[in-house]
Nanobody
Framework: VQLQASGGGLVQTGGSLRLSCVAS????????MGWFRQAPGKEREFVAA????????VYADSVKGRFTISRDNAKNTVYLQMNSLKPEDSAIYYC?????????????????WGQGTQVTVSS
């Protein structure tokens, strides 16, 4: 497994979770990383992305101000801190490694995917 996501779970509305994703050095390297999510019956959607050095980030409007993406290059790990969670945030969350330029909101531009971690927010 080249990308291993963890940290999902069941939380009440307004609660917080922190997702982690450990990648192989080959994937993490100098690549941008991203988080996507997919709810049942819906298409996979972009959540957040971070540049290779962590200096730049971009977020979906739906999570801006509530979620924070970060990375620790020494640990080959990318994080997604999720605060003020809402029921509509419930989904399987996937981390992904970019191919080419970082920051794309299009899943097609990510060549490496983890297995996903389930986040459920109860109302």
């Amino acid at each position: 497994v080249q990308l291993q996501a963890s940290g999902g779970g069941l939380v009440q509305t307004g609660g917080s979770l922190r997702l982690s994703c450990v990648a192989s050095r080959r994937i993490f390297g100098n690549n941008g990383m991203g988080w996507f999510r997919q709810a049942p019956g819906k298409e996979r959607e972009f959540v957040a992305a971070i540049s290779w050095n962590g200096g730049s980030t971009v977020y979906a409007d739906s999570v801006k101000g509530r979620f924070t993406i970060s990375r620790d290059n020494a640990k080959n790990t990318v994080y997604l801190q999720m605060n003020s969670l809402k029921p509509e945030d419930s989904a399987i969350y996937y981390c992904a490694g970019a191919r080419g330029s970082w920051g794309s909101r299009d899943a097609y531009n990510y060549g490496y995917w983890g297995q996903g971690t389930q986040v459920t927010v109860s109302s």
